[in-house]
């Protein structure tokens, strides 16, 4: 595959904010995808191809932000918008490219207090189409979780996480196919994401 990509960003901070915000757009031909091949006459057996694709366009922004807030606050957050899809394609037209959500947001509230902190994480993310004739999606979805830990520089440092409090059932990723509904492509498309679950962490600095 080969292809032209153009962007445009910035980086900066101040006593406040900081920010890191990239725009691209990417023109790519021949891209190599990777999708779910079915045995014929073995319902539910498939296997990876790679092919290339003809014409593509990788498109979206990319934003970080950190916001020092009062009291003792202060925001994190990572946003992904994307518009990935076929140009022209034969087959396809101008269909978005699957397994690749639009949008995707990462973000925390904390209340830091010398090295402590604690506050609530949220992830979102937008319906992801499962194959490349747009026919089916995995829906979109949100969890929240909840952090509480201490970071130093040198001797120890700990934290614990709770995410999805909620346990919601949501797709955290999914296979990708040509078309879902064709015939011979009964499969699991959807690959599930954790339920509700804690993590905790020491780790040890000189």
Do not use: C
Not at 131 to 152: C, E, H, V, W
Request: proline share 5%; aromatic share 10%.
């Amino acid at each position: 595959q080969r292809g032209t990509t153009l962007e445009v960003g910035s980086r900066g901070q101040t006593r406040s904010v900081d920010w890191d915000v990239v725009a691209y757009h990417a023109r790519i031909k021949d891209e190599l995808l990777q999708t779910q091949v079915f045995a014929a006459g073995n319902a539910g057996a498939s296997a990876p191809q790679t092919v290339n694709a003809g014409s593509t366009v990788h498109a979206g922004i990319e934003l970080g932000l950190t916001a020092r807030l009062p009291a003792d606050l202060e925001w994190r957050s990572n946003l992904l918008l994307n518009r990935f899809r076929f140009d022209g394609d034969p087959s396809f037209g101008n269909n978005t490219l699957p397994g690749v959500p639009k949008a995707l947001l990462r973000a925390e509230l904390l209340y830091r207090k010398a090295s402590l902190y604690v506050g609530p994480m949220l992830e979102a993310a937008g319906s992801t189409p499962v194959d490349m004739t747009n026919s089916t999606r995995a829906p979109g979805y949100a969890i929240f979780g909840f952090k509480l830990g201490q970071q130093s520089a040198r001797g120890m440092s700990w934290f614990v996480e709770a995410r999805n409090l909620g346990d919601r059932k949501y797709a955290a990723t999914t296979s990708v196919v040509r078309d879902f509904n064709a015939p011979g492509t009964d499969q699991a498309a959807y690959l599930p994401g954790d339920g509700r679950s804690v993590y905790a962490g020491i780790q040890w600095r000189q």
